[in-house]
């Protein structure tokens, strides 16, 4: 055995204890699908590395034609991603199959010509240069940077590898810099396993294991989860949709379920193919990574809540009143205004009346809303939102106590609260209050005991939104419900949200995950 043999050894030897490999397991003791599979193209491609049971060439891959049932992983390491050729059909097939493939097909065709992949870069050009300031290459005008699963042994640029892989993810990447009036990406292409030399050959072994112990986690447990779920949020928000101990609840009542729940944040962007669905317990906005994680995911194949729909109807207002308007459902009476015709304010002002109600599109937790007493309130209002929107809505004021907040889960009502105002305040948020007068008093109140009419309305507003998880914002005044707004990403707090149905809560949320993983296998299966 070789000196670089000996060293795949052990690498390869932890690799295989965090995976389940293609050869037979105990009765009872196999994770339904979670099983990984290295493609190459021949069997030399392989040869400075011992010999492993995910091991298979390429044309025995294309070839099988059994369904696996459950999760299936595969690493495409053929020498080439050509179209139509070996490597490019086995990540078609590999989606086909419903399996999880590296490189995807997407990222075959977006590496195949700049035109497709420049797209990608925008964002990441923008940071070069600080990126590149302390390279290890002096005064170079120009160098070919390796990543093995983003990941690089020049730390400088570990951060950067990360990027580009979060960007296209390839097993290995030749990322090629040049300097010119600044630093550019001059071409990104797939690199191939069999060109390695001795020294990459054992970064490229560490970053598979590293790799892979990302993707098959906690190997040593006896738990069989069913499936892995994916909660993102931000331990720093300070109005996050769900609070601490509510978090703990979802991954206790995850365990109950034999679903492995886990916590992530933003700089996990890039792991979100080691999950089977992805829950969003963060603030999202569509400029923001929280539609990117959607986004993504939902390109993954995952099962996602919310999805990047949702999350692009919900938080724009203005797309619900005209939803709204067109369904014929409660709302308070609304104008649109438009910042290049500001002769339109004094009339809108006529017709809804003083005080009213202005609001940019995309604001939550009462931000961006500003309630105005007259006209020249509403003129000095308006120029200030315009600063951030084009658009406005101006919605006629009803006050009542409390406002109505129906969770609607798959187009069912899943729970109700009350939602009091802020004290000495009109909305529920009041930001400029001390920090524990912020939000009013809430109270959870049993579906059964809602008015029928408001249930009734919130339901048939969250269908046409989509059919995740949604938190329907009600107004009663007298006979007459109205709509207030949609939010995608609802609060689940414990102690709040909670109350009235408890662990239950939590149980039928992850359920709505199960039951659409269930059906998303046994459709790849059949």
């Known amino acids: 055995m070789s000196a670089l043999q000996a060293n795949r050894a052990e690498v390869l030897d932890k690799s295989a204890s965090c995976t389940i490999l293609l050869g037979e397991e105990p009765p009872g003791k196999r994770r339904a699908g979670s099983r990984l599979l290295i493609l190459v193209e021949r069997k030399e491609d392989w040869a400075s590395y011992l010999p492993s049971e995910s091991l298979m060439l390429a044309q025995d891959y294309l070839e099988h034609t059994d369904e696996v049932a459950g999760r299936t992983q595969v690493i495409n390491l053929c020498r080439h991603y050509k179209y139509l050729g070996q490597g490019y059909y086995c990540s078609l097939l590999a989606e ?8 995807s097909v997407r990222t075959i065709s977006e590496l195949s010509r700049k035109a497709l992949y420049g797209v990608g870069l925008d964002d990441l050009e923008r ?16 160098f070919t940077l390796t990543l093995y699963f983003g990941k690089t042994p020049i730390e400088p640029l570990q951060a950067l590898g990360r990027q580009l892989f979060e960007a296209f993810p390839c097993p290995i990447l030749l990322v090629e810099f040049r300097r010119g009036e600044a630093w550019q990406i001059a071409g990104i292409k797939p690199g191939a396993l069999c060109k390695l030399r001795d020294a990459q050959q054992h970064v490229f072994a560490d970053a598979l294991d590293a790799f892979n112990r990302r993707t098959w986690r906690q190997p040593q447990s006896k ?18 949709p769900s609070n601490t101990q509510a978090l703990q609840r979802f991954i206790a009542a995850g365990q109950a379920l034999a679903i492995d729940v886990e916590l992530i944040e933003k700089k996990d962007y890039a792991r979100l193919a080691e999950f089977d669905g992805l829950f969003i317990r963060e603030t999202t906005r569509v400029d923001d990574h929280t539609y990117r994680f959607a986004k993504k995911a939902e390109s993954e194949g995952l099962v996602v809540i919310d999805d990047p729909s949702s999350i692009l109807r919900c938080t724009n207002k203005v797309y619900l009143a005209d939803l709204l308007k067109r ?18 304010l004094e009339l809108a002002g006529k017709r809804l009346g003083f005080p009213l109600v202005l609001k940019i599109p995309d604001g939550c937790f009462s931000k961006g809303v500003i309630k105005v007493a007259d006209a020249q309130s509403l003129a000095a209002a308006a120029q200030e939102l315009f600063e951030h929107s084009v658009l406005l809505l101006a919605q006629e004021y009803c006050y009542t106590e409390y406002d109505w907040r129906i969770g609607v889960l798959d187009g069912e009502a899943l729970y109700a609260c009350q939602y009091f105002m802020s004290k000495g305040h009109w909305q529920i948020y009041n930001h400029k209050a001390a920090a524990a007068e912020v939000n009013g008093k809430c109270r959870a109140v049993p579906v059964d005991q809602v008015p029928a009419e408001v249930v009734k309305l919130a339901v048939d507003t969250a269908r046409l939104i989509g059919q995740g998880l949604y938190g329907v914002d009600l107004k009663q005044v007298g006979e007459r419900v109205m709509v207030i707004e949609v939010n995608d990403n609802p609060n689940l707090d414990a102690g709040i949200e909670d109350a009235v149905l408890g662990e239950a809560l939590y149980r039928r949320v992850l359920q709505a ?10 459709g790849q299966v059949g």
Do not use: C, W
């Not at 995950?513 to 046994?522: A, G, I, N, P, T």
């Open 96 to 103: 086909a199959r419903g399996h999880k493939v590296f490189p």
């Open 127 to 142: 940071t070069l240069e600080s990126a590149l300031a302390n390279h290890p290459y002096g005064s170079t005008e120009a």
């Open 223 to 240: 738990r069989v989860a069913r499936f892995d779920l994916a909660i993102l949020h931000d331990p720093a928000e300070l109005l996050p």
């Open 327 to 344: 369904r014929g459902l409660g709302m308070p009476a609304t104008e649109i205004l438009y910042k290049d015709r500001p002769q339109e």
């Open 513 to 522: 995950f199960v039951q659409r993983l269930e059906h998303k296998y046994r």
